[in-house]
């Protein structure tokens, strides 16, 4: 069965130090790979995406990640971590399966960061 | 451009009651996804259309869950009866079909407490 995990429920990081928040997916081919934010009573933000070329693909607020194809890895990173950047943040697989353009989701990883 | 709206923010029905969720997605996106996201996990798709078509409703409980979306821009979202089990938050997104522009945009979401 196709899935997506985040092994860590929540990641604890001071502020000015790199975060990392992990993701690894069981998925057939070459999948695009997805990070989303989330604010309480918010709906999912987009960060970032890899779809192919750079292994390290940039996203918004200053966060990277880096894809892995030997590992089948997608982590998500950033140099220095602000308190704001306190949030709940998903991983999501888009298998390429002809005729649907359908997600899967991790579970969630909270993010805290400590002022 | 204005992102994609939701209806109601929040809604309080008791068990066996029926409700509906309205969404409207960013204008031009032929796609459009409803998520069922239960606290402590990632959304799960409900249904997908495309256009006004259904492309996957796998996930759909359809025996008390129904949804349309009949002029191919905005959707609604139905469950009669309800069950304490559908405490959740209700997301909508919607996406461009087009291979390289895979981003789904959500909306803030509708979250639903069955009492």
């Known amino acids: 069965a196709q899935s997506v995990a985040q092994p860590e429920d929540q990641v604890n990081v001071a502020e000015g130090n790199p975060l990392t928040v992990k993701c690894t997916y069981s998925?057939?081919?070459?999948?695009?790979l997805f990070w989303y934010v989330q604010y309480p009573n918010r709906g999912l933000q987009f960060l970032l995406k890899?779809?192919?070329?750079?292994?390290l693909v940039k996203g918004s607020y200053g966060f990277e990640a880096e894809f892995n194809k030997s590992q089948t890895s997608f982590h998500l990173k950033k140099p220095s971590a602000l308190v704001s950047d306190s949030a709940l943040y998903f991983c999501?697989?888009?298998?390429?399966?002809?005729?649907?353009?359908?997600?899967?989701f991790g579970t969630g990883t909270r993010l805290k960061v400590l002022a | 451009e204005a992102g994609v709206a939701q209806s109601p923010r929040y809604k309080i029905i008791e068990k066996r009651q029926s409700v509906a969720f309205w969404c409207n997605p960013i204008?031009?996106?032929?796609?459009l996804y409803w998520y069922q996201q239960i606290l402590g996990q990632g959304p799960k798709l409900l249904i997908q259309?495309?256009?006004?078509?259904?492309?996957?409703d796998s996930q759909l409980p359809k025996d008390r869950f129904s949804a349309e979306r009949l002029k191919g821009v905005d959707s609604t979202l139905k469950i009669q009866p309800a069950k304490l089990e559908d405490s959740a938050v209700y997301l909508c997104?919607?996406?461009?079909?087009?291979?390289?522009?895979?981003?789904?945009?959500f909306g803030p979401g509708t979250r639903l407490l069955v009492l």
């Open positions: 997104a919607s996406s461009l079909p087009r291979l390289g522009e895979e981003t789904q945009y």
């Open positions: 998925v057939s081919g070459n999948p695009y």
């Open positions: 890899y779809i192919t070329g750079d292994n």
């Open positions: 999501a697989v888009r298998p390429l399966t002809s005729g649907t353009y359908k997600y899967i």
């Open positions: 204008s031009g996106h032929a796609t």
């Open positions: 259309f495309q256009n006004n078509g259904v492309v996957d």
